[in-house]
């Protein structure tokens, strides 16, 4: 079992949760360049290709066409988030990860980082605190027996997949595992040495 004492530094501003994904998009309404009205008011192709739609893979010749990205753009009705089928307009923000579009909720709630402790998700402005690969909000990270908040330069240990204990009840687990082993053990021996007799 491996100590590890926690510095101030430890306590930090989580940062951006979503640089594997294109995130926080605005979409934006443009005009469709690709159309151009005649004299009576009806579309006509101006360029040879139209703007496919993502969401459909269908030409839009639509006059206006909601971009994500420079190289993402929808028909209106076309741009919803993934999981809760909520329209995504000029009017809010939206994330795409594996070519699916989400809104920010959903977004968060599905790949947010979440705290070790309780599961729910970090926002942007929240200060947590590490412990090797796990991370707790501040007010998580707690002694799992004693449930007292452990504070920078307090000294914790992970125990059975990344439970996390203060270094006092560390210690007694510690003493009573030990004292389990060394009796285990001399039963053990005990009954190895009653069936030599036989």
Known sequence: MVMAEIGGHLAHQLPNLHNHTQSGLQPSLVMNHHLELDCHGHDVIKKQRLSLCVGCGGQIHDQYILRVAPDLEWHAACLKCQECRQFLDESCTCFVRDGKTYCKRDYVRLFGTKCDKCGNS?????????????????????????????????????????????????????????????????????????????
């Open 122 to 198: 970090f926002s942007k402005n929240d200060f947590v605190m590490r412990a090797k690969t796990k991370i707790f909000h501040i007010e998580c990270f707690r002694c799992s027996a004693c449930a007292r908040q452990l504070l920078p330069g307090d000294e914790f240990a992970l125990r059975d997949g990344g439970i996390l204990y203060c270094k006092e009840d560390h210690d007694v687990l510690e003493k009573s595992s030990q004292s389990s082993l060394t009796s285990s053990s001399i039963e053990s021996n005990n009954n190895n040495s009653s069936s030599n007799n036989n």
